[in-house]
């Protein structure tokens, strides 16, 4: 059973060309085009295809409201985005309406086809520079790590205090003073805003620094 | 010939239907400006189909520079939409013409061969709506 596809764009250029691309290949057979979201959707509810190439930018409907809708009227059907958008807001969208894939349309010839087997065999499937634009958007709404604030000897002190370590056995495992210590460790714990070793322990243990073991 | 289409789909599939229809013409492409100034220096090509949007440059801007440098190449714009303003400040660069892309099965052979004073010598794909 191939892979059966549909593509919805307003330019016809594009489904002679996708249609084009997608035939080479056995196993994927496009069964409708469309110029706008709207006729997509009709269509799509009734053919109910494996896969269905999007284009954002379209009249009537746009893409992203196209796949919400093709989500209800056919559950089964995987949407893959082929924009030539790549900012994180389309991404965000297209992906909170449904869509398993997204595509630049300045590098799709090389991707579609796997793109369209990987979202049929339940994969989701984003080219290199909407993966890229994910892990960006990711690493910034990650809370910063703490740990960044303190240097290396103020780490090294930190474990060794939270594993019960006294500033005198510190001292002779650093080759410092237990004054020195004393100082690394009143430091850490002003950067961190903690304290008490119990504080220091929970935020050791939260961090990774150290198990309960 | 010069073909200046950043959308890879878009670019192969306007190849080969030029092509198809002029099985004889040479038609180089080009994703972004940057390559499309290189081989209009290089090969001073007669006609260039141009995008608007392109990745590093605006198409109407490089219509203007591409027509100060070979006077003699005519520019057929290639655009998305057909913004009255973009329309206007094309013709001002001095492209030849200005179509949109739902309309290239219609538009873009007798616009070709309007620009090169001659018909197309293949069979071509017609108008496929």
Not at chain 1, 14 to 28: K, P, R, S, V
Not at chain 2, 78 to 87: D, E, G, N, P
Request: proline share 5%.
């Amino acid at each position: 059973m191939p892979i059966t596809v549909f593509i919805a764009d307003d330019h016809p250029v594009m489904h002679e060309g996708l249609t084009h691309l997608l035939h080479a290949h056995e196993d994927i057979r496009v069964v409708g085009v469309a110029a706008n979201g709207r006729d997509a959707v009709r269509q799509i509810s009734q053919l109910h295809p494996n896969v269905v190439i999007a284009d954002i930018a379209m009249p009537e409907m746009n893409g992203i409201e196209a796949t919400r809708q093709i989500r209800e009227w056919s559950p089964e059907t995987r949407v893959v985005i082929l924009s030539m958008h790549s900012t994180p807001d389309y991404i965000f969208d297209a992906l909170e309406a449904g869509a398993r894939g997204y595509l630049l349309k300045e590098n799709a010839a090389s991707e579609i086809v796997n793109a369209v087997r990987a979202v049929h065999a339940g994969e989701r499937y984003h080219c290199k520079k909407i993966a890229d634009v994910l892990a960006e958007q990711v690493a910034r709404r990650s809370s910063p790590n703490p740990l960044d604030n303190l240097s290396k000897r103020e780490r090294e002190i930190l474990q060794l205090v939270v594993e019960g370590h006294s500033s005198v056995e510190i001292a002779g495992k650093l080759s410092l003073s237990p004054k020195t210590v004393d100082t690394y460790r009143s430091r850490l714990m002003h950067k961190l805003q903690i304290n008490d070793v119990p504080g220091l322990v929970k935020f050791a243990i939260q961090h990774g620094l150290t198990t309960l073991d | 010939m010069l073909i200046v289409e950043d959308q890879d789909v878009m670019r192969r599939t306007l190849v080969e239907y030029v092509q198809s229809a002029y099985p004889d013409a040479a038609i180089m492409e080009a994703a972004d400006g940057a390559r499309a100034l290189e081989l209009c220096r290089s090969s001073r090509p007669r006609l260039v189909l141009m995008d608007v949007a392109l990745s590093d440059a605006n198409g109407i801007e490089l219509t203007a520079q591409i027509r100060a440098m070979l006077p003699e190449t005519e520019v057929i714009i290639v655009s998305q939409h057909a913004v009255a303003a973009y329309v206007e400040r094309a013709h001002v660069a001095g492209a030849f013409a200005y179509i949109t892309k739902d309309k290239v099965y219609r538009e873009l052979l007798p616009t070709v061969s309007r620009a090169l004073g001659r018909g197309p010598s293949g069979g071509g794909h017609g108008d496929p709506q």
